[in-house]
């Protein structure tokens, strides 16, 4: 069974810091994808990564994936209160999604 | 493109009674599509996988005779709560995987459907 985990799960930082949310996985899997979901909405497509050593970026976040550690990483760069939400990273067993259990992210002045 | 829409968005009924949530691709033919149950402050928990024209494959612990799901088309999967109760109150997303003129792999994410039962 394929496990995916996220951590931290909760993180609160302030405005203008880095950080760092890591997704662990189990399997074996090529393709790895980082969500956004804000409260009462549905998931909101970040990052699609398709291949060791893949790396992606959008504005502020940054997502990277290496195969061999079976490890994606979501890098905020000085965060700002826009990026509050909650995050996930899921992994495709070929099959289905695995989700994380997600990173509830608060940017606070 | 890819865009998946819920109907309803939300819902509230009476314990007992049965509700149906359709799930659509607006713009591409879905060869699968999936749903997804999210309590709150949790992940999503994958219920089902549905094919069109074929049976659903029901995860773990699931209650196929409960949550009745039809893929009648490749634009159309319906997820029917039978004798809903308090404890299937929940956040339902549905997704959809096709190839929208890019990658067949990616899931195409609906906006939810908000269940309250009474």
């Known amino acids: 069974e394929l496990k995916v985990e996220q951590n931290p799960l909760f993180l609160s930082m302030q405005e203008g810091k880095n950080y760092t949310i890591y997704c662990n996985y189990s399997t074996t899997s090529d393709r790895l994808y980082w969500y956004r979901q804000d409260p009462g909405k549905s998931l909101e497509s970040l990052f699609v990564?398709?291949?060791?050593?893949a790396v992606k970026q959008e504005g502020r976040l940054m997502a990277s994936l290496d195969t061999k550690a079976r490890l994606s990483t979501l890098h905020i760069t000085a965060a700002v209160h826009d990026l509050s939400a909650t995050y996930f990273c899921a992994v495709d067993s070929g099959y289905a999604l695995n989700f994380g259990k997600g990173t509830s992210l608060l940017v606070t002045p | 493109g890819a865009v998946v829409s819920q109907h309803p968005s939300w819902v509230i009924c009476k314990s007992g009674t049965s509700v149906k949530i359709e799930c659509r691709s607006l713009?591409?033919?879905?060869?699968?599509m999936f749903w997804y149950r999210q309590f709150p402050k949790q992940s999503l928990m994958l219920m089902a996988t549905?094919?069109?024209?074929?049976?659903?494959?029901?995860e773990q612990g699931v209650e196929k005779d409960k949550f009745l799901i039809n893929h009648a088309s490749l634009t159309l999967s319906t997820l029917t709560v039978t004798s809903a109760h308090p404890e299937d109150s929940s956040f339902y997303i549905c997704?959809?995987?096709?190839?929208?003129?890019?990658?067949?792999?990616?899931?195409?994410f609906g906006p939810g459907t908000r269940l309250t039962v009474t």
């Open positions: 990564l398709l291949s060791n050593g």
């Open positions: 997704s959809a995987r096709g190839a929208p003129g890019g990658a067949s792999y990616e899931q195409y």
């Open positions: 549905s094919n069109e024209g074929s049976k659903a494959t029901y």
């Open positions: 713009d591409f033919q879905a060869t699968t």
